[in-house]
T-cell receptor, first 109, second 119 residues
């Protein structure tokens, strides 16, 4: 089973700043089979990125994903007020089981 | 509108049983592998189970294997999760989730149904 470790646990930033979230895998994720999700309080997760770097339909271009192998990054270029949420990475390479990271909470500073 | 609506979550005693349902609409249900993903209160996401488009293939997380059974009725556009021998650690919001064209990532989520296992 691939274990995903996200860092930091909490990230405190201001609107307009750049956010960089990390997801590290316990073994290589082949074919960049890694996705990112955003979850706001009281809502279901929403797909942001798949294939490590492909934005899902309707996702603003301030969201970008990068990385390969064991190290992946979600970048939000300029934070909007609605971007403050919890973000999860998920691998679908060695699956099942499909595994998620423990999440990074992005909060307003 | 593309929609997944879960139901059936209640408070149940440890050792009890429960059946969750998920009604799908707005897309061709029997084209897709479907999943259940859960989230304990204040915690992260945990994949629970999957079922292939025709029900011919299923898979489970180790934490629920032998206790939970996933099924579907394509004639009713519905997904189910039979939960037996429930434990307090099964307390969670259970999401019905659509897998994008067999690619392995999840692009449609329901709003979830809350299962509470407590005496």
């Amino acid at each position: 089973e691939i274990v995903l470790t996200q860092s930091p646990g909490t990230l405190s930033l201001s609107p307009g700043e750049r956010a960089t979230l990390s997801c590290r895998a316990s073994q290589s994720v082949s074919n960049n089979y890694l996705a990112w999700y955003q979850q706001k309080p009281g809502q279901a997760p929403r797909l942001l990125i798949h294939g490590a770097s492909s934005r899902a339909t309707g996702i603003p271009d301030r969201f970008s994903g990068s990385g390969s192998g064991t190290d992946f990054t979600l970048t939000i270029s300029r934070l909007e007020p609605e971007d403050f949420a919890v973000y999860y990475c998920q691998q679908y390479d060695s699956s099942p089981p499909y595994t998620f990271g423990q999440g990074t909470k992005l909060e307003i500073k | 509108e593309v929609l997944l609506v879960e139901s059936g979550g209640v408070v149940v005693q440890p050792g009890g049983s429960l059946r969750l349902s998920c009604a799908a609409s707005g897309f061709t249900f029997d084209d897709y592998t479907m999943h259940w993903v859960r989230q304990a209160p204040g915690k992260g996401l945990e994949w629970v189970s999957l079922i292939s488009w025709d029900g011919g293939s299923t898979n489970y997380a180790d934490s629920v294997k032998g206790r939970f059974t996933v099924s579907r009725d394509n004639s009713k556009n519905s997904l189910y999760l039979q939960m037996n021998s429930l434990r307090t650690e099964d307390t969670a919001l259970y999401y019905c989730v659509n897998e994008h064209w067999g690619d392995g990532y999840f692009d449609l989520w329901g709003r979830g149904t809350l299962v509470t296992v407590s005496s």
